[in-house]
């Protein structure tokens, strides 16, 4: 997992977000918690598994399977998706998404 300086926290840990995502988050806009979706793929071993997240729409563009841990070949096959994907601070996305689903 990558590393970055957040003004709040200090050195965190990253997620890695759509830009319709990082957007949102970083301009505090309210987004519909239910066009958050959570993608996930394997890495070493069943037991290490790789998420990061997108918004529904480009999930459904580029037909990212939501519903099952994809395989690291088929994850590494998504170009397209890899490339858009941005970096944020882990902790303010998590208290992001933690207000978005509360509202
Ligand atoms: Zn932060």
Redesign the pocket.
């Known amino acids: 997992m990558g590393i970055?300086i957040?003004?709040?926290?200090g050195t965190?840990g990253i997620s890695l977000v759509t830009p319709v995502i990082s957007a949102a988050m970083l301009e505090e806009r309210d987004f519909d918690p239910t066009s958050i979706c959570l993608i996930r793929c394997t890495e070493l071993s069943d037991d290490d598994v790789f998420a990061c997240w997108s918004d529904r729409v480009t999930a459904d563009r580029l037909r990212i399977p939501r519903d099952r841990i994809m395989s690291l070949e088929e994850f590494g096959s998504l170009a397209e998706f890899q490339q858009l994907l941005r970096p944020?601070?882990?902790?303010?996305?998590e208290?992001w998404l933690k207000e978005q689903r509360s509202r």
């Open positions: 970055t957040c003004d709040m926290y965190v944020v601070c882990h902790k303010c996305f208290e």
